[in-house]
C-alpha cells in the first residue's frame, strides 16, 4: 500500500524555523521525484520546491528560493524541506508528493497533474 506521511506542521511566528518531514513506502522511492507543495485556504494547490532522484538537482518557487531547502534520503525513504524565515503568506496545508518526472522541461514538475502519489499533508501557520 502506497503510503506519504508527512509531519513537522505547527503553529509558529513569522521569521521562525520549521522542518517538515514526509516518509513514503509501497513504492520504490529512489526512482521517483519527490516535491512538496501547499494549498491555503480558497487557493490552488501551488508547487513549493522538488528534488529528482539522485537528490542532486532541486527546484523552488520564486516566492520561497533562499529560505525553504528540499532534501532527501533514500536509505530512510525520506523526503524533508527546512524551511526558515517564514512570512505569514507561507500558512497553508503542505503536501508532500511523488512523479517519474525526473526533469523541468516546460515546469513539468509544477503541474500537480504529473504527480502519481501524494500525502495528506501537514498544517503550517505563521502567525504575524
Known amino acids: 500500500q502506497v503510503q506519504l506521511v508527512e509531519s513537522g506542521g505547527g503553529l509558529v511566528q513569522a521569521g521562525d524555523s520549521l522542518r517538515l518531514s514526509c516518509t513514503a513506502a509501497?513504492?520504490?522511492?529512489?526512482?521517483?521525484?519527490m516535491s512538496w507543495f501547499r494549498q491555503a485556504p480558497g487557493k490552488e494547490r501551488e508547487f513549493v520546491a522538488a528534488?529528482?532522484?539522485?537528490?542532486?538537482?532541486?527546484y523552488y518557487e520564486d516566492s520561497v528560493k533562499g529560505r525553504f531547502t528540499i532534501s532527501r534520503d533514500n536509505a530512510k525513504n525520506t523526503v524533508s524541506l527546512q524551511m526558515n524565515s517564514l512570512k505569514p503568506e507561507d500558512t497553508a496545508v503542505y503536501h508532500c508528493?511523488?512523479?517519474?518526472?525526473?526533469?523541468?522541461?516546460?515546469?513539468?514538475?509544477?503541474?500537480?497533474?504529473?504527480?502519481?502519489?501524494w500525502g495528506q499533508g501537514t498544517q503550517v501557520t505563521v502567525s504575524s
Open positions: 508528493a511523488a512523479t517519474l518526472v525526473d526533469h523541468n522541461v516546460l515546469g513539468l514538475l509544477t503541474w500537480p497533474d504529473k504527480y502519481n502519489y
Open positions: 528534488i529528482l532522484r539522485s537528490g542532486v538537482g532541486a
Open positions: 509501497g513504492f520504490t522511492f529512489s526512482v521517483y521525484t
